[in-house]
């Protein structure tokens, strides 16, 4: 199979090399036999053999800034705020909300989800669930560590509140009362009031979480060796979730202007410090209306983000403000500051960390686009899959770009198996390299081209490959074997460079979800159908020659626009050279694995 992958992919001279390793390892009695026996005996001791080696590969052992690189966001429909105590309403109410669908995850209360589509019906794992709100990724020198607390513990009764680059401890309960939702939204007001006291202003420490994971580490041993500092960030780990109260960003507000305020805050200038990127759930409330969530993506996978925040979506709308004072706790506490203690290097920190976003943030290209020419409602009137659809149109962009396919990441959920996250779809096939190059040879017959774009091109089976391939690398490590030549072989290196990263995150409630490249060259493609149009968001990044996001959605949507027509032609009425055309392919298909 991971030949089959990456054959079409890379030059024939390469490819012989690359068969040859992969025919060497394979060898009976080989280093993969043995590897392969060593994996069996983990998976026998293991609830989810691949577990660990993919969390730490796919995310605690990356090295680059959160922001952008690893953080996906979701971009919640713009709030008409009349006034700043408006959207501290907003807030209080969101909260609220978050408390309860955090009591539902810990009283076991949420239902258990069930696949859809292919193998429909077969219950799903829930533990990225519990992971929500009681996680926290701790920057390491060279591998994170996912802090896991215990769910319901007394530990995590409290909420951080980001204001004006500020961190305030929110307290959820107070003599040993719950805060309602009146009591909540006080004590916002009083940090909005305490924010805007400039003499206790501290420095924007939450820059620091936006750098580089080495470079976090490294400022947060210096920051620890103080009192003041430690105690600050322990009371950060243990909350439950941030929530940042934004200043009007002055940026026009628009899908792609929201989407890039999720995603980096517009950098240090604008809402860039106001965040704390370790926290897996961050809740953003703007004063101009812009809201939304941004993620630590180790925990969970963006469907368990979706559930989340449309239970929050149809809280917030469904679920009547509770605001009467009969219940408020009396004498609530004033909330507390975050203090810190700086010396001219933990400036120097500071400064240093605030120009690597900057740069992030002018280097991100990012294109959020409608496309309503149609929507998956057209597309399944042809009886073909929207996901594997808009990932042919992808296929066909790039190549129209590009003269060429390259390694693509398609995330495949495997929630069937307990602690499953994802495995690769790679999309770039043969079968989808063969339906571009026909699409873009004008002397190709529609027929020829139907019958290629009938084919189906993928199936998750959950016999992937990108998962098994890493588990027997891994394995090689721990039994402290030379890495086999297969996986240091520049065909196996490249293919795990993945010029087009792509996820379909549909919602069911307006909004949409985005996130970067994860190469310097590539494009970063979430894409959310719906009935009547498709919603694209596509990033990549101006440093790179090879890449432009405008450019790719033009090629987008003159692909999707060229695959209407083409399933519009077949559905005319076929004249008898095209029947006995349409007769001949279906004699030549006859037989052929589907």
Request: charged content about 25%.
């Amino acid at each position: 199979m991971y030949l089959t992958s990456i054959k079409h992919l890379v030059k024939e001279e390469q490819y012989r090399k690359t068969k040859s390793i992969v025919e060497k390892f394979g060898e009976p009695g080989g280093t993969g036999e043995l590897l392969q026996k060593k994996l069996l005996e983990k998976s026998d001791n293991t609830h989810n053999w691949v577990y660990d080696y993919w969390l730490d590969d796919m995310y605690l052992n990356q090295r680059l800034a959160l922001p952008v690189n690893s953080n996906p966001a979701m971009v919640f429909p713009k709030q008409d705020f009349r006034d700043h105590k408006d959207s501290l309403r907003f807030a209080a109410h969101l909260i609220t909300g978050v408390l309860e669908y955090k009591e539902r995850i810990d009283t076991r209360e949420l239902p258990v989800d069930f696949s859809r589509g292919q193998l429909a019906g077969t219950p799903l794992c829930m533990k990225q669930y519990y992971r929500l709100f009681n996680t926290y990724r701790l920057p390491g020198l060279k591998r994170d560590t996912l802090i896991i607390h215990e769910t319901g513990s007394t530990e995590q009764e409290h909420i951080i509140v980001a204001c004006k680059n500020q961190f305030f401890v929110l307290d959820l309960v107070v003599k040993e009362k719950k805060l309602k939702e009146m009591d909540i939204l006080t004590q916002l007001e009083k940090i909005v009031k305490m924010a805007e006291n400039s003499e206790e202003r501290q420095p924007p420490f939450g820059l620091l979480t936006s750098d580089g994971r080495t470079e976090w580490a490294q400022a947060r041993d210096v920051l620890i060796k103080d009192s003041v500092n430690r105690e600050s960030l322990a009371v950060i780990q243990k909350c439950l979730c941030v929530v940042c109260l934004d200043d009007p960003s002055g940026m026009e507000v628009g899908d792609t202007s929201r989407a890039l305020l999720m995603l980096h805050g517009g950098g240090h200038e604008k809402m860039g410090a106001n965040r704390w990127y370790d926290k897996p759930m961050q809740f953003v409330v703007g004063e101009d209306g812009v809201c939304g969530t941004v993620c630590e993506h180790s925990p969970f996978e963006g469907i368990v983000l979706v559930a989340c925040t449309e239970y929050l979506m149809k809280f917030m709308t469904g679920s009547p403000s509770k605001m009467g004072r009969a219940t408020s706790v009396s004498e609530l506490p004033t909330p507390r500051r975050l203090l810190w203690k700086t010396t001219p290097h933990i400036q120097g920190l500071l400064k240093a960390s605030a120009e690597r976003l900057q740069r992030l943030v002018r280097d991100l290209d990012m294109d959020v686009h409608k496309f309503e020419v149609y929507g998956k409602e057209f597309i399944k009137k042809q009886k073909m899959s929207p996901d594997a659809y808009i990932q042919v149109a992808l296929q066909l962009a790039f190549y129209r770009c590009n003269g060429r396919l390259v390694s693509t990441y398609e995330s495949a959920s495997i929630r069937r198996f307990h602690e499953g996250r994802v495995d690769n779809i790679r999309s770039a096939t043969p079968e989808a390299l063969a339906f571009v190059k026909a699409m873009t040879d004008q002397k190709t017959s529609n027929s020829v081209s139907h019958f290629l774009l009938s084919s189906p091109l993928w199936a998750i089976t959950g016999m992937g490959i990108d998962n098994h391939l890493l588990g027997l690398r891994e394995i090689s490590q721990e039994i402290h074997m030379e890495v086999p030549e297969i996986f240091t072989d520049e065909t196996y290196v490249a293919s795990n460079q993945f010029i087009l990263s792509t996820s379909q995150v549909p919602t069911t409630v307006e909004m949409f979800c985005c996130y970067g490249p994860v190469v310097p060259n590539g494009y970063g493609c979430c894409y959310n159908p719906q009935a009547d149009h498709l919603l694209f968001s596509m990033t990549s990044f101006h440093g790179s020659t090879e890449t432009s996001s405008a450019v790719f959605i033009k090629a987008l949507d003159e692909g999707l626009v060229e695959m209407r027509d083409l399933c519009r032609k077949r559905n005319k009425p076929q004249s008898n050279t095209a029947a006995a055309s349409k007769a001949v392919e279906k004699s030549q298909g006859a037989g052929k694995q589907t």
